[in-house]
T-cell receptor, first 109, second 114 residues
Framework: QKEVEQDPGPLSVPEGAIVSLNCTYS??????FMWYRQYSRKGPELLMY????GNKEDGRFTAQVDKSSKYISLFIRDSQPSDSATYLC?????????FGTGTSLTVIP | EPEVTQTPSHQVTQMGQEVILRCVPI?????FYWYRQILGQKVEFLVS????????KSEIFDDQFSVERPDGSNFTLKIRSTKLEDSAMYFC????????????FGSGTRLTVV
């Protein structure tokens, strides 16, 4: 069983849509939960991080963590073409990051 | 904004050859990492480095791999006797050990083994 599961997509939405990206995990030791955005041929760029169950908002982005279900989500409101990228969830246990496979998102103008 | 710089951006090497991937972490960072991403697969942890020694490594990081901080600025990943399956993007990352927001990735080196 993989540590972190993420649907690779691809996901294609019209501009202005609400996007929902999700990951599940199996390791109860994960303490921090992150979402990274990765543009083609670039390194992952941190979008948001949280360590507790609940919601965290930052502009158009909302990160949601449900530790009881071992489920995390990233919501993007009013999606823009510039949001087109691969979105990776990541979690920390000890000194290591564990990444999902990434979901490829295309926002169509 | 401070950056993690990786060189080269693309390296092509013949199977069996040795390669050295170079990284310049952010200057005041103390913890350094290498990750790899095989095309279409997830980003995988290779190794972490602190205080001039390896602090943690994954199963992937076997005797074929080594890391070094040869001077005060560079952090290198050496891959000996490269194999076709070593073809991947290799990302360097660094952090000051503080808030997660300080964990910064480089743009990666694409290694192609032919």
């Amino acid at each position: 069983q993989k540590e972190v599961e993420q649907d690779p997509g691809p996901l294609s939405v019209p501009e202005g849509a609400i996007v929902s990206l999700n990951c599940t995990y199996s390791n109860s030791a994960f303490q921090y939960f992150m979402w990274y955005r990765q543009y083609s041929r670039k390194g992952p760029e941190l979008l948001m991080y949280t360590y507790s169950s609940g919601n965290k908002e930052d502009g158009r982005f909302t990160a949601q963590v449900d530790k009881s279900s071992k489920y995390i989500s990233l919501f993007i409101r009013d999606s823009q073409p510039s949001d087109s990228a691969t979105y990776l969830c990541a979690m920390i246990a000890g000194n290591q990051f564990y990444f999902g496979t990434g979901t490829s998102l295309t926002v169509i103008p | 904004e401070p950056e993690v710089t990786q060189t080269p951006s693309h390296q092509v090497t013949q199977m069996g050859q040795e390669v050295i991937l170079r990284c310049v972490p952010i200057s005041n960072h103390l913890y350094f990492y290498w990750y790899r991403q095989i095309l279409g697969q997830k980003v995988e942890f290779l190794v972490s480095f602190y205080n001039n020694e390896i602090s943690e490594k994954s199963e992937i990081f076997d005797d074929q791999f080594s890391v070094e901080r040869p001077d005060g600025s560079n952090f290198t990943l050496k891959i000996r006797s490269t194999k076709l399956e070593d073809s991947a993007m290799y990302f360097c990352a660094s952090t000051d050990g503080g808030a997660l927001g300080g964990y910064t990735f480089g743009s990666g080196t694409r290694l192609t083994v032919v």
